[in-house]
Each structure stands twice: as structure tokens, then as C-alpha cells.
């Protein structure tokens, strides 16, 4: 089994923590497994809800302020065509149709993998609008 493969496997059966696992954590935890760098070290355990997420990091406001500066730090770079295995910050319709800030990882040509309130969704690059994405350089 490939290691991106294994990784979304092993999300599948983390319960969904703010702070703790969520979908911007499932992102540093893959930049962490392929490169050996933590770029959410800091943020970890510093909320505990989606309005802390809020207050704390301005999440649902500004997520990419959240974001760029830690994935810089870890060196990943900016890219305008992610292949399989880069990491996002990605905006995806809810319930209403409004459009959310998630991380995500680029589990296929045409998938995002995103942590979901209960293990992780595959959603499709069509349906989403990609704000920012990291190359991670994960080589199967």
C-alpha cells in the first residue's frame, strides 16, 4: 500500500478533535510524515471548537493567513497545479451551500481528502475552489 494511500487510511478512524485533528491538522500531519516538519507545532491544542478555530487563528476568515506562513516555514512552495500529495487550503459547499475553508491533501487527480466530522471525505476538485496549495514532494 503507498504511503499517502496508508496515511488517509489511517484518518479514516481518528475521531474529528478541533485542535487536535481536524482538516487543517490532517494536512500538517501529511507535510510531517513526507518531509519531518510539524508547520501547525504551534497551533496544536490552542482550540477546541469552530468558534475557538475562530477567534484563536481568524480560520473561517482569513485561513490563509493561518496557512502560508507555516507551510512557508516548513519550505514547502506555493503551486498553481498540485499533483498527488500536496497539501491545500480549499473551499468547500456546506449543508446551506456556503462556501468553508478546509485543509486538504490531493489524494488523486480529481480528490481532495478532507477530515470530516466522521473520518475522511474525498471530495471532488470540481465541486471546490482552491485558494492555495503547497507542493509537499510526496514520491510514491
Known sequence: MDRLLAFVNLQQVEPF?????D????AADWVRAVRGVDPAADLRLTYGSAAEAERVLRWYSDPL???APRMAAAGLA???APVRGDVAVIDVPDE???MRPHGAV??????WAVRAEV??????????AMR???GVGYVV
Request: with cysteine; glycine share 10%.
Open 119 to 128: 473520518g475522511v471525505t474525498c471530495i471532488a476538485r470540481d465541486v471546490v
Open 78 to 80: 506555493l503551486t498553481d
Open 65 to 67: 493567513a493561518v496557512v
Open 23 to 26: 482538516c487543517v491538522l490532517m
Open 106 to 111: 490531493l489524494f488523486g487527480q480529481r480528490f
Open 17 to 21: 478533535l478541533w485542535g487536535q485533528s
Open 96 to 98: 446551506r451551500g456556503r
Open 132 to 134: 492555495a496549495a503547497w
